[in-house]
């Protein structure tokens, strides 16, 4: 059973940087897609960014590219994602989810059959 726990997340500033963290159980990053998803109050949850089990990575244009960075250690078995500039409209539970391998990861939500119960990230001043 594959177990995927976030973290990182706060109250920032507009303006701020964030890195949120997905530690991972139950297999490696090796044989797993990972992705991570953002839901605003009211909205259906969005892809962010994804990266694949060889470490090749997709980022949404439309949440904001150049703002995502994703990143992995197989080492400690965790992906992160970096937001930079963050701007109150990226207020948000930032959840991720895990799937064996599809070769290519995506960004649709319903390709992921596991998921962590998300963390919240509020930009105010």
């Known amino acids: 059973q594959l177990q995927l726990v976030e973290s990182g997340g706060g109250l920032v500033r507009p303006g701020g940087s964030l890195r949120l963290s997905c530690a991972v159980s139950g297999s490696t990053l090796d044989y797993l897609d990972i992705g991570w998803f953002r839901q605003a109050p009211g909205k259906e949850r969005e892809g962010v960014s994804c990266?694949?089990?060889?470490?090749?990575?997709?980022v949404s244009v439309d949440s904001g590219n150049g703002r995502f960075t994703i990143s992995r250690d197989n080492a400690k078995n965790t992906v992160y994602l970096r937001i930079d500039s963050l701007s109150p409209e990226y207020t948000a539970g930032y959840y991720c989810g895990g799937r064996s391998t599809g070769g290519v990861c995506s960004l649709e939500s319903s390709r992921y059959d596991y998921w962590g119960r998300g963390t919240e990230v509020t930009v105010s001043s």
């Open positions: 990266i694949d089990s060889r470490g090749s990575t997709m």
